[in-house]
């Protein structure tokens, strides 16, 4: 079975840092492309990160650049989500999605950031 | 960038038939773009229906379908039941430095 499983959501200050983690099992991990998406409360989905299943090429969404790093430990099975200078709005469930040939298929089931004072 | 555009919001009547579509800023849609479509309901991760403009999930019911309509993206539902009610999004592969945009969504009542 297919699971993709975030972790490392919570609460942090404005400027703060956070680290999420996205455990996939069940299928060839290092055989898909990987994204981050986001959905802030009540909005839709924003796409905000890209890796390769090699790790690459990588590409960020203009509204991340500079603050977020996406990588992955294919030997871990793991994909990460490197959250620098938060802002508030940033808040957001932070789902990871595979790809394969252009089919974003699986998504886990997110992890919930808030940034606020 | 690229702005991808669904249509708010849609109603549609239990049975009946309701067609979404999907339009990018920079032209027409096409294949090249290969849409791929997701339904999202309250609390819910996004589940997948539609990849590659036409094709179907292993779990897509058989209602929904994908298409390329008039230059958009387009995702028609056929025998509406009640439990389709939720927001539906389009992704688009823009490819460059910023390969996939979603559209706004559109938010399907059924009534």
């Known amino acids: 079975e297919v699971q993709l499983v975030e972790s490392g959501g919570g609460l942090v200050q404005p400027g703060g840092s956070l680290r999420l983690s996205c455990a996939a099992s069940g299928f060839t991990f290092s055989a898909y492309v990987m994204n981050w998406v986001r959905q802030s409360p009540g909005k839709g989905l924003e796409w905000i990160s890209y890796?390769?299943?090699?790790?690459?090429?990588?590409y960020y969404a203009d509204s991340v650049k500079g603050r977020f790093t996406i990588s992955r430990d294919n030997a871990k099975n793991s994909l990460y989500l490197q959250m620098n200078s938060l802002r508030v709005e940033d808040t957001a469930v932070y789902y990871c999605?595979?790809?394969?040939?252009?089919?974003?298929?699986?998504w886990g089931q997110g992890t919930l950031v808030t940034v606020s004072s | 960038q690229t702005v991808v555009t669904q249509e708010p919001s849609l109603t549609v009547s239990p049975g009946g038939t309701v067609t979404l579509t999907c339009a990018s800023s920079t032209g027409a849609v096409t294949s090249g773009y290969y849409p791929n479509w997701f339904q999202q309901k309250p609390g819910q991760a996004p589940r997948a229906l539609i990849y590659?403009?036409?094709n179907k999930h292993s779990w897509t019911p058989a209602r929904f379908s994908g298409s390329l309509l008039g230059g958009k993206a387009a995702l028609t539902l056929s025998g509406v039941q009640a439990e389709d009610e939720a927001e539906y999004y389009c992704?688009?592969?823009?490819?460059?430095?910023?390969?996939?945009?979603f559209g706004g969504g559109t938010k399907l009542t059924v009534l």
């Open positions: 590659s403009t036409s």
């Open positions: 999605a595979r790809d394969l040939n252009w089919s974003v298929d699986f």
């Open positions: 890796i390769s299943n090699g790790g690459g090429a990588i």
């Open positions: 992704l688009l592969y823009c490819g460059g430095v910023q390969p996939w945009v």
